[in-house]
């Protein structure tokens, strides 16, 4: 028979498996997106580009990072962990861009394109490594009460 423990051992390390794939995809992206602006504005809009694909690599990963530690702890706690952490990071990136955009020497649009490519990669590649993972849904004939 499952415990919870078993479950938040489970998605712990579905977690640090989305990660992984999801981190590998973007930092490339990112890159890609560092060239592209380098060549077309500039060093300046490279390193606002390199900057904006740093912010989304660390929020959306330190947002797996959280749920990987408390989902090994506490499985019960996945749903209001995700909420939370989901908020904090949002409100986090908005205020970053805010302030970044703000500095002298950054490149408002290359900062913007690079966070809303690399954010969209990132997610289509969680979704695409959580598609291919292999949770049960369905209890086996032990579970059953």
């Not at 749920?67 to 909420?83: D, E, G, Q, S």
């Not at 966070?115 to 590649?125: H, M, N, S």
Request: charged residues 15%; proline residues 3%.
């Amino acid at each position: 028979m499952s415990t919870s423990t078993d479950a938040g051992v489970q998605a712990a390390e579905a977690f640090g498996l989305l990660l992984r794939r999801a981190s590998r995809v973007t930092a490339v992206v990112a890159l890609a997106c560092v060239a592209v602006a380098a060549v077309w504005k500039g060093l300046p809009a490279g390193l606002s580009s390199l900057i904006g694909g740093a912010i989304v690599i660390a929020f959306f990963g330190a947002r797996l990072v959280v749920m990987r530690k408390v989902t090994a702890r506490n499985p019960h706690m996945i749903m209001l962990t995700a909420m939370v952490v989901y908020s904090v990071k949002i409100v986090l990136l908005g205020v970053a861009m805010l302030l970044l955009t703000r500095v002298d020497g950054i490149s408002g649009p290359a900062l913007g394109f690079t966070v809303i490519i690399t954010a969209v990669v990132w997610l289509a590649a969680e979704l695409r490594a959580f598609t291919k993972l292999r949770i049960p849904v369905f209890m086996v004939d032990g579970d059953r009460r």
